[in-house]
């Protein structure tokens, strides 16, 4: 098999932000997929390189300046998170810029260790964030509701811009630069966001996106096969232990993922989809069971 098909396989569960989180704040662990034991199985990863669609453009994105550290001031509460790495090495995404969509001229820069923070939000109103570096795809969160306490964790998980593109390969697709991709998580109500030890998906759950989209862009589930083998499926219709689900090639706007189970309640996750972002709403902000 190709290293680079390797790769991608190892990268794809923490694209939907797999994670036990033993290694905090790194979305990577025991559920981290090594593929060791999925590599003599046969899989359309070994597909022949003409059958594969060509390299996705970049965006064309400017990335902002953000010379020192521009929010809300003192008043208001915070929002804190990380950037985090996904990939084979993991590691904290330095010296990126965060921006907040609803206040335009906001920002942050991650430290050594990947955090940031803002100050100066209002209880009750709704931010998304994103991420910018010259080496990595723009991502973006979800849009979250400011609790009275302010947010915490609210971390990004950034493939770098190779590695984005060895995944499109992958899932067979070219990403078109006016339309977003959506990664979550359908996680298990003992499981509580990446930065904690322990817990998994949640097995048996549907998820659909409102307002509706064709079959082609999803959902896509993750098979999990073992701890060490975790990858995308599009035969399958729910849920895995691994909890993962993408939507690919998604119309810029507005939407509302949803997962449903027998018996269990989720919350649900609003999207503003941006033409030329991943939007990955990664625990502790993915499709939580109650």
């Not at 979550?184 to 998906?201: F, I, K, L, N, S």
């Not at 589930?221 to 232990?241: D, H, K």
């Not at 090639?249 to 989809?273: E, M």
């Amino acid at each position: 098999m190709q290293r680079q098909w390797i790769i991608g396989v190892f990268v794809l569960g923490w694209l939907a932000g797999c994670s036990d989180g033993t290694t905090p704040p790194l979305d990577a662990g025991a559920d981290a997929p090594a593929v060791v034991d999925a590599l003599d199985a046969p899989s359309t990863v070994d597909a022949p390189a003409e059958d594969l669609p060509p390299e996705p453009v970049d965006s064309g994105r400017v990335i902002p300046s953000c010379p020192s550290p521009v929010n809300g001031g003192d008043g208001g509460v915070a929002v804190r998170g990380h950037g985090h790495i996904f990939g084979p090495n993991g590691g904290p995404v330095r010296d990126a810029v965060v921006t907040v969509l609803e206040h335009p001229g906001w920002c942050a820069r991650t430290g050594s260790d990947g955090a940031y923070a803002f100050t100066g939000f209002t209880p009750g109103e709704r931010v998304t964030l994103e991420m910018h570096h010259e080496n990595h795809w723009p991502v973006q969160t979800s849009t979250l509701l400011v609790a009275p306490e302010g947010l915490e964790r609210v971390g990004f998980q950034s493939p770098t811009n190779g590695i984005f593109r060895v995944l499109a390969q992958y899932l067979r697709i070219t990403p078109e630069p006016d339309r977003c991709q959506i990664a979550t998580t359908v996680v298990a109500a003992a499981y509580r966001g990446t930065y904690d030890p322990g817990g998994h998906g949640e097995v048996g759950a549907t998820v659909t996106i409102d307002p509706p989209l064709p079959a082609s862009a999803g959902p896509v589930y993750f098979r999990y096969l073992s701890a060490s083998a975790i990858v995308p499926a599009r035969e399958l219709t729910e849920t895995s232990l691994d909890g993962g689900v993408l939507f690919l090639n998604v119309p810029a706007g507005d939407y509302v993922l949803s997962a449903h189970k027998a018996g269990v309640r989720f919350n649900q996750v609003a999207i503003r989809c941006r033409a030329g972002v991943l939007v990955n709403a990664s625990p502790p902000w993915g499709l939580q069971a109650q």
